[in-house]
């Protein structure tokens, strides 16, 4: 499908001691330097990193920093890496009482997690990790902890969070949370498409021109405990995957959306997908054809730039172009469930280019777009 990057999630052994429900969470880490049995053996990993490799694409995998298993070893040989209430007990991070929360004011926790981190490089020759709520570990932490990884091996590094500040030493991407919300409430009726321009000002100016955010339309957390996309966008699910595929950042296909997954896959119990017929893949194919091929939805910092077009109705209808010297995409959204007859006042400079789904080329400043329904014209 033009996949990139494949993100695991935990591939670690999962904690028995305080488990919820019968398989546990994933992300309760009983060894840090182990493959979960129930995925296979380290040369089993070994195997598929090559293999992605060999298809020009990279691995990186979920790293739990934050909190481990209760039945970790560490618990037993380092509690003094674990953070303690006014008794003297470990306790839990909110209400995971699943695991135990680690204490970054220890030195010698740094040191563990950081050879912990750079074991899966050295051994399995992993290109990065996606870190758990990356906010809720030290700055300090990361940022060293990217450099000494940078001296093996030049990683990704994808922070489940959305501060400014990660971008600047330790993180090449954060998650897009604050527009994924917007997007939700947008379609629900709850706000309105001006929103978007007001998110858009703020977020350029908060984070520097070369940080990639990550835009998606659901992911394991959103699905799990808020619904599978189609709960909460309905017949917009399409409209909003094309928006996070052409504004700036990097968009993000969750296991199964490919095979238009409409149920919420259990957090702590084994539960599969339907992979059907892959209904969705050449959508998204023609999406990430069109980001790989078109230098002006490449990165902020490398890509082109982003204007809204106005329109006769701009309530209901977002359009947007993206330009990079000659290259150009100009994107139309209906983010209503009616037809609409949009007028533009002028799109000259986008005439003659070619719808990539339906192969019509944009010759007229009157476009006709069904309900919830889409274009993307490039040249």
């Known amino acids: 499908m033009g996949i990139d990057i494949i993100w695991l999630m935990p591939i670690n052994p999962i904690g028995i001691k305080n488990r919820k429900g019968s398989m546990g969470s994933y992300y309760s880490i009983k ?49 003094e890496w674990y953070t303690k209430d006014s008794l003297g007990n470990m306790i839990s991070p909110f209400d995971w009482t699943d695991v135990a929360d680690l204490n970054y004011d220890e030195q010698g926790l740094w040191d563990e997690m950081i050879s912990s981190l750079k074991y899966w490089i050295t051994e399995a020759d992993i290109d990065g990790f996606r870190c758990d ?134 957090f702590f119990e084994k539960d599969t997908i339907n992979w059907k017929n892959y209904e969705l893949a050449d959508f998204y194919v023609k999406l990430f054809n069109l980001k790989h091929s078109n230098k002006a939805l490449w990165n902020n910092g490398f890509g082109g730039d982003f204007n809204r077009i106005s329109t006769n109705c701009d309530s209901l209808i977002y359009a947007f172009s993206r330009t990079k010297n000659e290259s150009k995409v100009f994107v139309v959204l209906n983010f209503s469930e009616n037809n609409q007859i949009v007028k533009f006042s002028d799109i000259s400079k986008f005439e003659g280019l070619k719808d990539i789904f339906s192969s019509e080329i944009l010759k007229s400043d009157e476009l006709k777009i069904e309900k919830c329904g889409f274009r993307i014209y490039s040249n």
């Open 133 to 266: 709520v990356a906010e809720l570990v030290p700055i300090e932490f990361w940022n060293k902890a990217r450099t000494e990884l940078d001296k093996v091996k030049p990683v990704f590094m994808l922070a489940e969070a959305d501060k400014p500040e990660l971008h600047i030493n330790a993180f090449d991407m954060t998650y897009g949370w604050e527009l994924h919300f917007l997007l939700n409430s947008i379609v629900k009726g709850e706000k309105k498409l001006t929103d978007l321009d007001a998110y858009f000002q703020k977020d350029t100016s908060r984070y520097v021109h070369s940080a990639y955010r990550m835009q998606f339309t659901s992911n394991h957390d959103e699905n799990s405990w808020k619904g599978s996309e189609y709960e909460r966008m309905g017949d917009f699910v399409k409209t909003c995957a094309v928006f996070t595929a052409t504004i700036p950042g990097m968009p993000l296909v969750y296991n199964g959306q490919e095979s238009e997954l409409k149920k919420r896959l259990l």
């Open 31 to 79: 060894d840090y330097k182990a493959v979960n049995p129930e995925f296979g053996t380290l040369e089993d990993f070994k195997s598929l990193v090559t293999k992605a490799h060999s298809l020009g694409m990279y691995v990186i995998i979920d790293w739990v920093a934050n909190h481990s298993a209760w039945d970790n070893d560490w618990v037993t040989n380092k509690p």
